[in-house]
């Protein structure tokens, strides 16, 4: 029997896994035999990782050790790509019928979700004494509204630039030991671009997949505090804000330096990070 209410996981980083059952009805109490054992009880896992090989081992490593400790549970887990995940889980909602764990993504898609009675408030269990050593505080913030709590970290993602030492050896550029400005960051672009070198490019077929590095070049303009004061809607922070508008115009600027069609998906940004 599954529970109507979901609980979601957070995944830092903008995204979550949603977990949900609702008790059992209580047997009756037998005068002279024994209580029967429950029934077989059935959760369903929507992940966004198929093809992840390491994921999904760990997946079914964790699954593996939990239905160990509660036998009378039997997790099925059905592995998407993003966009699939996305239509299946609004079809879902909709006819009222959610698998009883996914992954989200936490800000305005959990609250809504939350509003329609579809997450259950985890405030308490987040406030235990382990969860709190275990827990982050700020990992909480994507998945907290009106002071509860609806999701629980599991895993986190950091981005990383990589260089080419050979490369910049060869075309007389420094590798920075520290932060790069942003002439600097431009003056390697331009140099390799005039070498005949593509020197960086991003996967954007999806819209979601440029957003982390504008919201990069948010974060080093204007610092985290602007971000998150607007992502909460805190009065008078909003998206036009100066570092909104600043980080867009240095995207475009890469956008525009010359690169040759096809290297881009789209030409969308055109040069923009990699991580």
Known sequence: MKKNIVVVLLMILGAMLIWGCVPQAPLP???EAPTPPPGKVELEWWTVQAGEQTSIGYWDYIIEEFEKKHPNVEVKRVDMIDEDFK??????MAAGIPPDLWFSWGGGILKAQVDAGHV???????????AKEVVPRPALAQSTFDGKHYAFPFTIWVGHLYVNRELFDKYGLEVPKEPWSWDEFKEAIETFKANGVIPITVGGKEKWELSFYYMYLVDRIGGSEIFRKTINRVAGYTFEDPTFVQAGVRAEELAQIPTDRGRTNNLRLGL???T
Request: hydrophobic share 45%.
């Open 272 to 274: 923009l990070l990699m």
């Open 120 to 130: 259950a408030d985890l405030t308490d269990l987040l406030n235990e004494p382990w």
């Open 29 to 31: 109490e037998a005068e």
């Open 87 to 92: 239509t299946g889980l609004t079809s879902s």
